[in-house]
Every structure is written in C-alpha cells, then in structure tokens.
C-alpha cells in the first residue's frame, strides 16, 4: 500500500513540475506585450516596466525564480491589474469549487440513478429514455445546455407561473446555483449513466447474482446489496478525469451565468496577455487536477483489493 501510494506521489509532483515547465515557457512564447494598452509605450516606460516584473533577465534565470516563488505559494502580480495572483485565485477560487462540488454531486448521483434504472429494465422504455439523455449530454456542449436553461427555465417558465423560480445570472441565492451546476454537469452525468449501465448489465450476468436470485434473495436486495457495490467501482477511475472536464467547463458556464469565479479570471487573462495570471491559474487547476487523481487512485486502493494484490505481485 505505501508503496502504490508513494509511487503515485512522486508522478503527482513530476507531472506538477512537468506542467510548470511547460506553462512557462509557452507563456513568454505567446504573441503580443502584456503591457499593451492601445497606444505607443515610451521605450523608457516599457524598459522600467520591464525591470520591475523582472521581465529584462536572462529566461532561464526568470525560470528558476518563478520556481522558487511558486513553491512558496507565490505566483506573481498581474501585469494588468498589479493584485497578486495567489490573491486573486484565493478570492475566486471558492466560487468555483462550489460550482464544481454541486455540479459533481448532481451528476453522480443522477448518474448513477439513471445508469442502475437503464440495467435493471434494460430494454424498456426507462432504458431508452435514460440512454437518450445521456446521449444529450454527450452531444451538446455546456454552454448550449446552459443558454437553453437560461431561456426555458429562466425566461419562459415565469411567462407561465407569474414568477421568477430560476435567475438567469448571479450566485447569491440556492436558486440562483441550481441551473449553473445542471449545466456543468450534465455532461459528466452522460458519462456515469451510460458506464454505470453498462457495469450494471456485466455484473447482473455474473454467477453470484444468478446464485443469488436462486437462493429467493429480493430484486430489491440483489441490486443494492450485491450488484451496485461492485458495479460502482468502475464509476470511480472516471471520477478524477471528470473533475478535470467540470473544472474545464467551468470557465464558459461561469461566463454565460456570471459567477465570479476563477474562470473569468482565466479568460480575460488570455486576452489581455497577463503572463502571470495566465501561468498562475493554469498551474493552480493543473495541480489541483492532478491532486484530485491521486486521491482517486488511493481510493480505488481501498475500494479494489485487486490493485493491493497486483502491487504485491509487481
């Protein structure tokens, strides 16, 4: 187990290090002058400016620098607004993660639900209907998805009510986070339905279940008791990748209902050319990424023995 575990950490710390590299560099390869404002810079202005964010060393030397401050936390000052960048993703930080929180939620559990319903009256109406949504949620993007709540729930639902259930923007109220998390991850909740149902089906054809079923166990108690705890596992390994694809689809669907997370941060950084901003956020959700795998794959230790044993036998 220590040895799975630790293997694990030292990929984590490579592959965080890889992202640094690599983030880096792309950063000073992009087009255009982060201190660009439309207008002609005195070659002064731009050489004390340059002096000031370090930007007129040696790369290599800016390289190991921004290493150092990196790993005490310190990602740099934006060029475009001069706030710390550590300041900025704490700030907003918070509203993305509870957006990504409810929208796993959401999607796990309906997921599942749908996944478990498609196995059990597989071939029925229930099974074609959880299928088709599924399908939906593989096919339209997370901004589609959200304009379409918008409109629907956001603006013709009160035509017929009198009143306004849903706002269309914000993330003041429990109301107003309902159909952001819906539209983030209905995606995901296509990816846990449809493995689901298909995990479901294997094991409902295994020798145990049949055993089951001719001992006069229950439905009821065969599914939930046997079928879904070992069918449940393979939701798991998909559970840090999909992190990564809210997370990602967190940057439009944060735009579309105006929630100040970090999302906005990350797209007006890429337009404004805020060097810093654009390395800071891209190398906090990396690693946060990268953490929320090795979390998955320590708990698929404890879920699965198989992995223990193969440790064991490598």
């Known amino acids: 187990m220590a040895r799975f575990i630790g293997k ?8 965080i290090f890889l992202l640094l590299t690599i983030t880096f560099f792309m ?77 796993m939620i959401f999607a796990t559990i309906a997921g599942l639900l749908l996944g478990i319903l498609a196995a059990v009256k597989r071939n029925t109406v229930w099974d074609s209907g959880s299928m ?43 109301m107003s986070k309902i159909l952001p998390a819906f539209a983030l991850g209905f995606s995901t909740l296509s990816v846990v339905s ?25 439905q009821k108690k065969i599914i939930w008791k ?22 990602t689809g967190a940057f439009v669907v944060e735009n579309i209902f105006g929630i100040p997370g970090m999302g906005r941060f990350f797209v007006t950084s890429i337009q404004n050319n805020d060097f810093t901003l654009i390395a800071g956020t891209t190398l906090f959700y990396g690693a946060f990424l990268v953490i929320a795998n090795l979390v998955v794959d320590v708990l698929y230790c404890f879920i699965d023995p198989r992995v223990k044993l193969a440790e064991k036998e490598g």
Do not use: C
């Open 226 to 247: 046997h079928a879904v705890r070992n069918a449940i596992m393979p939701i798991v390994t998909v559970l840090g990748p999909q992190v990564a694809a809210i997370l």
């Open 132 to 174: 088709f949504i599924a399908l939906l949620g593989v096919s339209m993007p997370s901004f589609i998805i959200g304009a379409l709540l918008q409109y629907f729930l956001g603006l013709k639902l009160p035509e017929l009510i009198g009143f306004r259930l849903f706002p269309i923007t914000g993330w003041n109220t429990e």
């Open 27 to 103: 950063m000073h390869l992009m087009p255009g002058n982060p201190f660009a404002t439309g207008k002609a810079i005195n070659e002064n202005v731009m050489a004390a400016l340059e002096a000031k964010y370090g930007l007129d060393k040696p790369l290599w030397q800016q390289f190991l620098i921004y290493v150092s401050n990196a790993l005490h936390g310190d990602f740099g000052v934006s060029y475009k607004n001069g706030r710390s960048v550590t300041s900025i993703i704490a700030e907003s930080f918070p509203y993305s993660a509870e957006l990504g929180i409810r929208a």
């Open 8 to 15: 694990r950490l030292i990929y984590s710390v490579l592959t």
């Open 194 to 218: 449809r493995l689901m149902r298909t995990s479901m089906l294997d094991v409902l054809n295994q020798d145990y279940i049949k055993t089951a079923k001719a001992k006069g166990l229950s």
